[in-house]
């Protein structure tokens, strides 16, 4: 686990001591209970007429919790979020990146079709080149940052689908809640559009209602000077495109965004309804103590009316099922996703530019049909995939209405050839 001190600088709002303290416990402590049998939602989803024959709370123990690691970049958010999640016995869900949105469960980039693209806005733009230059590509970080506000909403919800169906609790980095801390403070330095801020924000007034908080935050914190040392130092070996990057050499950029945005302006709100721990992680830290203070805290009792752990409070069985219908069949938030803003020039696709993604998106292995439906591939659906609930593979839209041209026909033929003769690259022309 990880080596080294960390200062607990607070913990915030202070324990309710009108009821018994109810806690999340670890494996060390000896007190965690077992988890019943979770139901298999990802085979069968969950309706109505499941509910009447399989309770949602009967799953639910201590540990059926959120925790949300937040914190500035470079301090082994992840490397802590992952011991944690395994001394808990908590699912670890990684923080959300470009690579998910590019990378299909296949194994394949879509990156790679960079060259074939003629517009702008279809040729990829990722935390690298966001590193690199922020303003690149005529709104590049307007669309990074949209696509990874979705990203980020489908992790969220499938994570509350987890906890609903198994009981088991989540250990993740950053949430839908604190993704417009990152919109606004680079709206401040210029680099994201107004029209982009405004179209993002109305998606986050539809959608973020929708969530219920997470039940802790844990922040971990470091003064800027030692945040851009450490970045400064993996840039040597691990994130070579970090190096003298004008975005984190940018000593202003960092103090509005972790300093002013994140710890003077999210984490006071967010600790009304959620509990917040904050350490100095300058120098690392020991994921035991971190573990201590949690079985400290009080995560269940609170008055009826009290803010704190509101979202979690919802007394009825039915309601219980109701989110859990809700978070499983995920469309019913996902459809949230969308506002009537027209404005947004830098995110908005016209049709040529739409119609060459669709083409050149369809190239890439596994990205013809739905996940799990390519037997290309090495698929094999079964008739429950098929009566179900099919999930897209990859983050971005795809149509393939576009592919009915005779010029499809003989891509597939060509790659094909070009795969039987053993050519590296046979989907990348």
Known sequence: MTAGPAKL????????????????????????????????????????????MD?????????????????????????FAAELAEELDMLYVPNSTMDDYYNNSYGYDLRELDHLFNHEKNISYDEKKFAQDPTG??????????????????????????IFNTGQGIVTEKSPFSDYVFLEAAYKFGWVDRTSRTYINKLRAHYIPQLLKPNLIIYLDAPVDVVQSKIRERAKTTHPWEKNSPVYENTSYLTTLYEQMMKKEYIPKAAIGSKVLMYDWSEGGETEVVVEDIERLNLDYFDKYDKQQADWRLFKEEKYALCRVMYTQRHRVLINFKADYWDHDRLRMDPEESAEFQWQAHKVPGNRYTGGFNTDMGDSPSLIDMSNHALNDVYYHLDGRHLQKPEWNEYLKQREAKKARGEEKWWQF
């Not at 600088?9 to 007190?31: C, D, E, F, H, R």
């Not at 489908?154 to 987890?162: Q, R, T």
């Open 9 to 52: 600088l607070a913990v915030a709002p202070a324990v309710n001591s009108k009821t018994p303290s109810a806690s999340i416990y670890s494996k060390t402590s000896g007190m965690m209970e077992p988890r019943l049998k979770p139901w298999p939602y990802k085979q069968l989803g969950f309706n109505y007429w499941y509910h009447l």
């Open 55 to 79: 309770g949602t709370t009967k799953r639910f123990n201590d540990n059926s919790k959120v925790i949300v690691i937040e914190g500035p970049t470079g301090l082994g958010k992840s490397k």
């Open 137 to 162: 590509q005529n709104g590049g970080i307007d669309r990074m940052l949209h696509k990874l506000s979705y990203i980020r909403l489908n992790k969220y919800v499938d994570l509350l689908a987890h």
